[in-house]
Structures are given as C-alpha cells and as structure tokens.
C-alpha cells in the first residue's frame, strides 16, 4: 500500500488528467474515464464532484461538461482546433435554415466560419458579417452580395464590434442570423465574455426575424459575464450528439427548433 504522499500525488494527477480532459473535449464521460484511469466509476464521480466544487465543471448524467471561466476567450487559433468535427456537423445543418433567397447574417462564431464550406456556389443570397473569414469564404460566390459591418477590429476574433457596426445593425431587416457564443443555459441565455462584443450579437438579434445559434455541445451549461440572448429571443439551436441526454431535454423545454447534427 502506498504512502499518504503517494496517494495524494495520484489523486491530483488523476484529477488534473480529468481536468485537462473536461477542458479539450468539453466534457468527461464517467465510465469511460474510469475504463481509461483504472479506477471504478465511483472514483471518478468524487473527483468530479471535487472539480465542481472549485468551479470547473459542471455535472451532468454520466459525466460533466466544462465550465468556462468568466472574462476568459481564447483566440481564435485555439477555439478553430477545439470540436473540429461536431462544428463541421452543426455548419453543415445550418444550411437547411438558408432562405431560398434574401438577407442572413452569420456572425464572427468559429462554427458559424465553416458554414461557407456548405453553402452552394450557385446560392442567391445577401449576406450580412462582422467576421473577416466570412468575407474571405464568400468572395468568390458569383450571386452572393456581401456587407460587412465595420468598426473596431478584435484580433482574438478576427471580428468587428463597436457603434459603427451597431448603426449598420439598425438600419437592417435580417431574414435569418447565425450567432455563435461562448457559452448558453437555460437560465441565463446566450453569453461572451466581451461587452462589446455582447453589445454587437445582441444588435444582431434584434435586427434579425429569426435567430439560430450554433453551438457545440461544450457550450451547454457554460456562462460567461456578459449576456445578449434569453432562450426566447432564439428561433432554434443546433448543437452536435454529444449533449448530454439531460441537457438535450431541457434545451428542447426552453428552445423551439432544437437540431442535433
């Protein structure tokens, strides 16, 4: 039998191992991370019920999901390597929310940039952006008439915020908006961590007959410091397959036109 030192060493690398995992992946599966750190599943569940108490993660049925810390954003860079392939899914499910024809808008959200990957070349469309990498994606697309916003450029989003971009909000009729955020719950909505960049999303809510959020299931359950949507001003979420059970449903309570991809 090991020394207390020992056991206690093993016990913050195991969960620090947890830690790390939850932080990657978004969240942590029970079983699994017991089958992969040889611990039983009893194990594991105290471990995650110490990490929720120092405010990392969130608990859910069969695991947890990361808590993102509030005024925390990471760059771009990061976010574009994190959920690659269940934000390729949602951008791809995005496209049947197109209109035939007419006005959308797609924000500065990393999922929300690989929607061009999906949206057909020959698309008639009038696309609104704050985002650089939607300029760049849809340039080339012969019918698509593009509008950026304007305003003080944020490098960690490679987007523009501010009151020039608000002004162009104003004076629009959006058919549909794809928003991204940092984080989203039932209780508190759509959140970021950047007031100015709050202040623009909520513009672009407000400026839109019907908003879409696009988010990868990490971003369930998690809450920053600024918000700009309640569930009620959405028109729907699309979210990937890896949403806890119990989430999903309250999702589906608080929010009409919920897709899984």
Known sequence: MGSPEGTTMYLEERRRVLL???RQLGRVDVATAASELDVTTETVRKDLVHLERQGFVTRTHGGAIAVQRLGFEPVNEVRESVMTDEKLRIASAAI???PDEGAILIDS???AALMPRFIPLDATLRVVTNSLHIMNALATFPNVTLMHLGGVFR?????????WAIQA??????DVAFIGANGFSVDHGLTTSDQAEAECKRAMVKASRRSIALLDHSKIGAEYFHRFATPADLGGIITDSGLDHDLLEDLQQAVD????A
Do not use: M, W
């Open 169 to 174: 909000l104003e004076e629009l009729r959006i």
């Open 20 to 22: 790390d995992r939850v």
């Open 155 to 163: 490098p960690v989003s490679q987007s523009t915020v501010g009151p």
């Open 109 to 111: 959200g990393t999922t």
């Open 96 to 98: 049947a929310e197109l």
């Open 257 to 260: 036109n919920v897709v899984v």
